[in-house]
């Protein structure tokens, strides 16, 4: 009987297993940020615990830093970002930790660091205080977020106990339609499963569509495995990832890139490989979508409206009566249309090369409309250097857009990026809950990059296949690097 890629990993890195029946697993890769790890480092100095792999370990600042060029000018106005540094910068000192700090050339958000570095790799087992560590899996790897006590192990000990996961087979066979992007991939499917569908499995995505995305695609629909209830998302690796791979800093090099590549061709799940669950998707069936609430299952296509209270079952009804009114919406009517006050195109979702390439190819000569703050923010300085290399900051610019530095920005109300009172953003991020964005009455709006520009230009909500003349070819940027 085959086995499945999440079975293999989960195989080749079990230490034991638990009297309580859970595994010890071990951890080939821990990226670390200055949120989760600062009171771990603390209980680790505590218990007078040194780190067992500083070589396995990894460090950026991505949540807390701000993304204007002269809010960086260290110490950062906000003393508790400053603390969370500075703590950072000495215990990566401390314990001989690889810090990607602000002025290494390399810093980011740590879900596009990790695989632009080479240092996912395919059969790995990848952890990192942050619940969109999923995005690791698109290279092939079992990649989930952890808790800051567990960071603590992991830092003492390379290992987790964990208890084993199901694992569904998503299959999505087809071409996509104009306009149609790995986010609204994943979009589709939180809505089709729900927010909760996930809970206790592992995500094998698969399936032609998937097949022919590009690696940073994948990453965007393996980000949002977590908001689907699935700690783990993963795409099997192939010659997409292996080209990506190939030359990165991190990667294998000589022999022992041919070692690597036999190992990463043998974990891949089997032709005979055996699933708790599958489910298939056509292609065809999904649109250009966006979600309408405060989950990312409250999704819908771009012209179809809002749902009513009496449209969803019972059980739903008082969520569904609750999102409509913080988002102030009416059931029965088109989103299509509302004004937005930002737009925010970043975020480890959608914030890589191929995403403002994308972006950039549709911007070129329009003009963001009156009164709309919109905000490009770079996933890393690498993808920031790339995308100025290329002249897209100047696409941006010229267009209206504010051209940032890279950081977690927007989609997380950490760092002086917030919206304000109830301003509607317009998201490439991926969490869409009650003041994610910093304001308490902000109301976020999750869609594709190429959406989100489309509302942009014209000011509202608008479908990106109108706005920007897409209906002759998509031309979809299928950048490997
Ligand atoms: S971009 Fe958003 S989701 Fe991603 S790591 Fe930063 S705060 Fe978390």
């Keep these: ?9 989960w195989d080749a890195h079990t230490v034991r297993t638990l009297p309580d029946g859970r595994t010890q697993l071990f951890i080939g890769l821990h990226l670390i940020h200055e949120v989760t790890s600062p009171q771990a480092f603390g209980m680790m100095k505590d218990l007078e615990l040194g780190v067992a792999f500083p070589e396995r370990t990894f460090a950026t600042v991505d949540h807390i830093i701000p993304t204007a060029k002269k809010a960086r000018l260290r110490p950062f106005r906000d003393n508790l970002a400053e603390q969370m540094t500075v703590h950072l910068t000495d215990s990566c000192k401390q314990f001989g930790i690889r810090f990607f700090h602000e002025n290494s050339g390399q810093q980011g958000i740590v879900h596009v660091v990790g695989p632009e570095q080479g240092l996912t790799q395919p059969g790995m087992t990848v952890v990192c205080g942050d619940s969109h560590t999923s995005t690791h899996g698109a290279l092939g790897a079992v990649a989930f977020g952890i808790g800051t006590s567990q960071v603590r192990d992991v830092l003492s000990t390379q290992t987790l106990a964990m208890a084993k996961l199901k694992v569904r087979r998503i299959e999505v066979d087809g071409q996509l339609g104009v306009g149609v992007y790995a986010k609204d991939v994943i979009l589709h499917i939180i809505r089709t499963l729900g927010v909760n569908g996930g809970t206790g499995f592992a995500y094998e995505f698969a399936g032609s569509a998937i097949e022919n995305m590009s690696m940073e695609e994948r990453m965007t629909l393996c980000n949002m495995s977590i908001e689907g209830g699935a700690r783990v998302g993963y795409v099997n690796p192939d010659a997409v990832t292996y080209a990506y791979l190939q030359g990165r800093p991190y990667a294998p090099k000589g022999q022992d890139w041919e070692r690597a590549l036999a190992y990463w061709r043998s974990i891949a799940s089997d032709q005979d490989a055996v699933y ?27 012209d179809e409206p809002v749902p009513t209270a009496e449209s969803v079952p019972e059980h739903e009804r008082p969520n569904v009566i609750d999102a409509l009114k913080y988002m102030q919406l009416t059931g029965g009517k088109l989103i299509k249309g509302h004004k937005v006050d930002v737009t925010f195109i970043g975020s480890c979702t959608n914030s890589r090369l191929s995403d403002l390439r994308e972006v950039a190819k549709h911007v070129r000569g329009k003009h963001v409309a009156a009164g709309v703050k919109a905000l490009v923010v770079p996933g890393s300085q690498l993808v920031k250097d790339a995308a100025e290399a290329e002249g897209l900051h100047d696409v941006f610019t010229e267009a209206g857009f504010e051209w940032r530095e890279p950081g977690c920005s927007m989609c997380l109300g950490m760092n002086p990026d917030k919206l304000v009172g109830d301003q509607l953003c317009a998201s490439s ?26 509302a942009a230009i014209a000011g509202r909500l608008a479908d990106a296949r109108e706005v920007f003349g897409m209906v002759e070819q998509k031309e979809v940027t299928r950048g490997t690097r």
Excluded: C
């Design 1 to 9: 009987m085959g086995k499945s890629l999440f079975h293999k990993v």
């Design 276 to 302: 708790d669950d599958v489910v298939r998707i056509a292609a065809s069936d999904i649109a250009p979508s966006l979600t309408w609430g405060v989950n990312p299952g409250q999704v819908i296509a771009i």
């Design 429 to 454: 991020s991926n969490r869409n809950f009650k003041g994610r964005m910093g304001s308490p009455e902000g109301r976020t709006v999750l869609m594709s990059p190429v959406m989100v520009a489309a």
